[in-house]
């Protein structure tokens, strides 16, 4: 219904202008005020109505994580934003996701990076994830189900890495799948407690440096089997 997508649209634009908002008003830990206009683009086009349940398909376009059964959630639109901005995708890039989830961030990765990576660990989730991002259309996703902490060792070194649950240590394994120059974008801490979005920059010379960036709130990455 044309109606409806004028509608949903129109929650989108407001929803940037949200997300702008929040990013000038936290630009003291982001150091910078304004997004990659790629990602704004990303975001553009990604329908996030897609990747909510259908009863909450109304507040689809709200800057606010929405539950997504199995005690899990479709993250913040604005930590999306800030996790993806992070990562400096180059159209070329290939980007190792953990923690798959809905799928909406793998979408957003999939329009900016060349190759996708994504690992989950709840088999319903993933094989929810990979009939909706084949649905709509995307076809350069790789999905994993199981324990992500580990990575995706056979396909490294990656681009980018991003991780979007709580890793209680600093994530060596990960760390190793970097390639030079590459960048990593991971909540840590103890989940249930405020976790600090880290990023990690290795140099032409593989050498790791952090960074903490911004106080975050995500479900803990856990244990697979
Ligand atoms: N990326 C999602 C948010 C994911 S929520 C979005 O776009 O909204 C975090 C996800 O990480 C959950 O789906 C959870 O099941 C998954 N997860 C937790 N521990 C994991 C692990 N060890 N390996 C892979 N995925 C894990």
Known sequence: MPEQQDKIAAARESLLAEI????????????????DPRVIAAIRKVPR???????????????????IGHGQTISQPYIVAVMTDLLSLTPDARVL???TGCGYQTAILAELAARVHTVEVVA???????ERLGRLGYANIEFRTGDGR??????????????????RDYPEALVEQLAPGGRMAVP????GFTQLLTL??????????????????????????
């Open 20 to 35: 702008a908002d929040e990013i000038r008003e936290t630009s003291g830990y982001l150091g910078k005020d304004a997004l």
């Open 49 to 67: 109505e897609e990747f909510v349940p259908a009863s909450a398909r109304d507040l689809a376009y709200l800057n606010r994580p929405l539950s």
């Open 97 to 99: 996701e953990i923690g």
């Open 124 to 130: 319903s989730l993933a094989d929810a994830a990979r």
């Open 150 to 167: 580990a990575g995706w060792p056979e396909d490294a070194p990656y681009g980018a890495i991003i991780v979007t649950a709580a890793a």
């Open 188 to 191: 840590i801490g103890r989940a």
């Open 200 to 225: 990690v920059e290795k140099d032409e010379d593989g050498r790791a440096s952090k960074s903490g960036r911004l106080p975050v709130a995500f479900v803990p990455l856990v244990e697979g089997h």
